[in-house]
């Protein structure tokens, strides 16, 4: 069981997702991003978390650069 879960073995998605915005962020402790990395790599639940995460923050860094361009 990592941090990241619950102690019925579930992934604790508040957390979770804290942790890979600070991951995003860098600020993510080199430990914790041990411990979240390894969890990804065996979970697929946090795998499918992982992907959706960056999906939608890469499509609103999309869509705020496109904002920008226009001077919204």
């Known amino acids: ?18 942790a890979l ?6 600020t993510l402790d080199p ?4 411990d979240l990395m390894a969890l990804i790599a065996r979970s697929p639940a946090a795998q499918r978390t ?3 995460h960056f999906e939608i923050s890469s499509m609103l860094q999309a869509e705020a650069a496109t904002h920008a361009e226009q001077g919204d």
Do not use: A, H, N, P
């Open 1 to 18: 069981m990592s941090g990241y879960e619950t102690t019925d073995g579930r992934l604790d998605l508040t957390k979770f997702e804290l």
């Open 21 to 26: 915005q600070e991951l995003e962020d860098g």
């Open 31 to 34: 430990v914790e991003r041990d």
């Open 50 to 52: 992982y992907l959706c």
